[in-house]
């Protein structure tokens, strides 16, 4: 049997742990990856023990990123199935930020494009010392709109502007400057220092954890409404069908610089 792309279990204390499970391709995201996310979100909600989140991924690296060559498959699929997939995508990720308990991202490895959105959308972020991180999309002719709002939240929008435009590289320790990451430690010492964070979480009250979430997320660009959701889906689909981001996406299959037209 196929492996499951994500796993999640829960400990008698509440603390759920998500493993983001496809190591073979980087943790890259597909389909099944993300209903696979939200699958573990909507078991997890009917918990009524729920206490903490610690997401992980599973071998060297946290998640790189969308797996391109799905993408590709995606971009020539009609209008419709385009803005479903954007839908999904962008519903996991909010319900990441939504969830009305304390959610801890552990990164290792590359944490590149949806990466970067989805440890943004996380309450705390502990990086290992060997991670890396890119804002991607625009290298492949692609937009990272249903993720900018969560960024902004976490870097500001001035660094968001450096990093989202230039798609470059970037260590644990700048991450830790932007604000993108709230602790950096050494790799070995990652999972530890997950457990250490969990414990001091289980220490204070859920009603007012749940409460104080939701009043931050109130104040900040990534708690947005629902139109404002919808029209960031549609623009996000909609740049996946264009010209140029079959380039891009041609660009990685035949591992070469992109062909960019101007005007």
Known sequence: MPQQPVLWNLDPRGVATVTLNRPEVNNAYN??????????????????????????GNGRHFQAGADLKWIDEVR??????????????????????????????????????????????CDIVVAADNAVFSITEVRWGLTAAIIIPQLVDAMSARQVRRYALSGERFDAQTAHRLGLVHEVVPLEALDATGARIAGQLLENDPKAIAETKATILESAWGGFDAATLERLVQSHAAKRRTPEAAEGLASFAEKRSARWALG
């Open 31 to 56: 389909g099944p990856l993300i209903q696979g996310v939200l699958a573990a979100m909507d078991d997890l909600g009917r918990r009524p023990g729920l206490r903490v989140v610690l997401l992980k």
């Open 76 to 121: 020539m699929q009609s209008a419709e199935e385009n803005e479903a997939v954007s839908r999904a995508t962008a519903e996991a990720v909010d319900r990441l930020n939504r969830l009305p308990v304390p959610v801890v991202a552990l990164v290792q490895g590359a944490c590149f494009g949806g990466g970067t959105g989805i440890v943004a959308a």
